[in-house]
């Protein structure tokens, strides 16, 4: 089975709107991390955001929001008041192993978000 | 001047030649990364190091190896380059002692394989 799963097309939103990426993952460790990265088209990898296992609320950061829900297993990233810059691949990754020497990131296979003027 | 440097940035090279992509970094960290991104797979491990002495395999090592230099230094080579080696190559690194002990990531190498 794929540790994460990011099985949306190629999301396109209005400027200024709001848009939800998914993730649902899969693990058995009860400690784990859940990562949301950027990917503008000049290719670099830009952290944005994190949820912990054991975090009791969604993580905030700016306009970027996870909606984790444990039970269903999914890291949603919900961008708010979408900008022309938002248009970029992203990608869900899920920390597995806590920071041990079995510490490992998997990467789902990305969203492409398009954001219209 | 950016934490985490790849060279080359863009690399064209022939099947069979020996190619090798460097990664420094100025950011401290112990533990060291390489990915590829591949369209439609997202980032895949290759290798990791988590100190100067310690390398271990990832995903897809076969066709790679690397090399540790030192704790800001992790080399990756291509002993025989395939076509299908042809990708985005990754370097980051992380340190687990600060939260949320993300990955921070080179800016790439884009290798072609001929």
């Known amino acids: 089975a794929q540790k994460i799963t990011q099985t949306q097309p190629g999301m396109f939103v209005q400027e200024k709107e709001a848009v939800t990426l998914d993730c649902t993952y899969d693990t058995s460790d009860q400690s784990y991390g859940l990562f949301w990265y950027k990917q503008p088209s000049s290719g670099e990898m830009i952290f944005l955001i994190y949820q912990g296992s054991y975090d009791e609320q969604n993580a905030t950061e700016g306009r970027y929001s996870l909606n984790f829900q444990k039970a269903r297993k999914s890291a949603n990233l919900v961008i708010s008041a979408s900008q022309l810059g938002d248009s970029a691949m992203y990608f869900c990754?899920?920390?597995?192993?806590?920071?041990?020497?079995?510490?490992?990131?998997?990467f789902g296979k990305g969203i492409t978000l398009s954001v219209r003027p | 001047d950016a934490d985490v440097t790849q060279t080359p940035r863009n690399r064209i090279t022939k099947t069979g030649k020996r190619i090798m992509l460097e990664c420094s970094q100025t950011k401290g960290h112990d533990r060291m990364y390489w990915y590829r991104q591949d369209p439609g797979l997202g980032l895949r491990l290759i290798y990791y190091s988590f100190d100067v002495k310690d390398i271990n395999k990832g995903e897809i090592s076969d066709g790679y190896s690397v090399s540790r230099q030192a704790q800001a230094k992790f080399s990756l080579s291509l002993e025989s380059a395939i076509p299908n080696q042809t990708a985005l190559y990754f370097c980051a690194t992380s340190d687990p002692g600060t939260s949320p002990y993300e990955q921070y990531f080179g800016p790439g190498t884009r290798l072609t394989v001929t």
């Open positions: 990754a899920m920390r597995e192993g806590g920071t041990g020497a079995n510490s490992k990131l998997t």
